[in-house]
């Protein structure tokens, strides 16, 4: 059995869906994991204003950590732009349709040094 998450970008981290999904798709070690889909940006954000991109990860590897995909989408997004910076990772809530909502911003460390 495998798990879903959508996954909701910041405004602040400037993410493209499009090209967090193309790009995770092209990365094997990735890939291997779970495969990036566009979704549509809901009705209502998680953040202020609506701006968030939105994407999901289907099919997740059953019995894979969470704190494991946590640090997998981390070092994916570190790796793909210079100078990302420091982000969290936080479950919300779990969605009507099964899928887990996973929350990405900038670590209020990272904003203020």
Known sequence: MSNNYQLAFAPDLQMDAAEFVAQWNATPECRQVAEAQMVATPKTSYFEPVTS??????????????????????EFLKKRKKDFPDIEIKEIQQLPDGKRLLVITIKESAKNP
Request: charged content about 10%.
């Open 53 to 74: 991109a939105t994407a999901a990860l289907a099919g997740v590897l059953a019995g894979l950590a969470t704190h494991a995909l946590y640090d997998l989408i981390k």
